[in-house]
């Protein structure tokens, strides 16, 4: 059986052509549009999903079914809330769209929930019935295996790391609520931050690093040179991520008592290890069962990670 996954983030559009024995053939990456409409950011779907086709000398025909990792609140193929993608946040038929497009079965679901069953089924993760994925990128997103299985909610939206308060009425967070985790550790809160203290006359070189290396918005890599480079600006808004992610962690490790904590993302995977043991160590001083026995692990399949788990979901529509 051959399947698709597309992993719909908020920076960039990955596809994966996934064979039955877990074997990547075919991987294709365009960037998600930051303007115009669904339309615009379906088009590039499909123009990613023919990118990856053509890698693995493949073509539509060969392929069983899609899978999509879409950003949002998933419920029977529609997606919904995404407040980081063109036209996402008005619910529609993502699923019904893409069907048109290809002619093959598609099943959509929340794009973390798609990272961390890359992350069980291959990953970091392979090993553990019961798993939380955290990835810290744009946003900051969340991904449960419950008893050997993605964990989905009631209503499609379990998984909201990202919205976990850790602050009442703090920090305004992307989605319009205060206090939120990404209020604080995705990388488009932290960069608003950092935009509104040098305004306000603190010093940082961001945007200076952000210019020289001709990004049009501070990445994960202009975060990671700005640290490398002694920001001292960057080095708080990152000490306030470790311990907003520390507490979300904490609440929800205390809440489902997991075995492992993957944490991954394109700022995660940028800073390395070393800010995986640094949100271990601030996690583990708030957690009730003690000592406690969860173990911390870098996301292992790094961008492909979504793609391939919305890849291995598209199995279970054929």
Known sequence: MTTVGIDLGGTNIAVVVLRDDDERIGWGKLKTPTSGDRSHVVEVMVAAVHEALTDADASVEDVEAVGVGSPGVVVNGTVGGASNIPGFYERFGLADLLKAEFD????????????????HRLGAARNAENALAVFVGTGVGGGLILDG???EGAFGAAGEFGHTIVQQGGAVCPCG?????????????????AERAVKAGRESILFDVQEELGKRRPTSGV????????DELVADLLDGAVSALGAGIASAVNLLDVEVVVV?????DRLGPQFVQRIDS???????????RVQFASAALGDEAGAVGAGLLARDVV
């Open 149 to 151: 299985k993605p964990f």
């Open 104 to 119: 093959r079965p598609v099943r959509v679901s929340n794009d973390v929930t798609c990272a961390a069953l890359g992350e």
């Open 223 to 230: 975060f990671h040179e700005a640290i490398r480079r002694g």
């Open 282 to 292: 601030a996690t583990r001083p708030l957690l009730f069962l003690q000592p406690s």
């Open 264 to 268: 991954g993302g394109g700022l995660a």
């Open 177 to 193: 609520r205060r206090g939120c985790v990404e209020a604080y550790a995705g990388r488009r809160a932290m960069a608003l931050a």
